[in-house]
């Protein structure tokens, strides 16, 4: 399966639940400020970088996690929805989206 986060600029929300599902930040308890503010590429895109899948990892079953930011779009999501339905049609894929 291929995981991705979005959220509005991509650089809060779903940079979080991206280090939360690969466990690089604790479940166990709130996180402190620090380790917010240290996780990968928290608060480090810039505007002109919304709509670019961001590859975070994979997480312990072998599952893709990856982050975009949407901004004001709503057709960001379909369309990559899209490209991949497209790319798994013409290349027989059935990984899950």
Known sequence: MIYIYNCYGGTHTSVLAAAYHLN????????TKEEILNSYLFDKLLPQEQGRLIHHGRDDQGNEV?????GN?????????GSFQLLADKKNCRRRL
């Open 66 to 70: 990856y982050s975009v930011g949407r």
């Open 73 to 81: 779009s709503k057709a960001v999501i379909p369309a990559i929805s």
């Open 24 to 31: 690089r930040l604790p479940r166990d308890r709130k996180p």
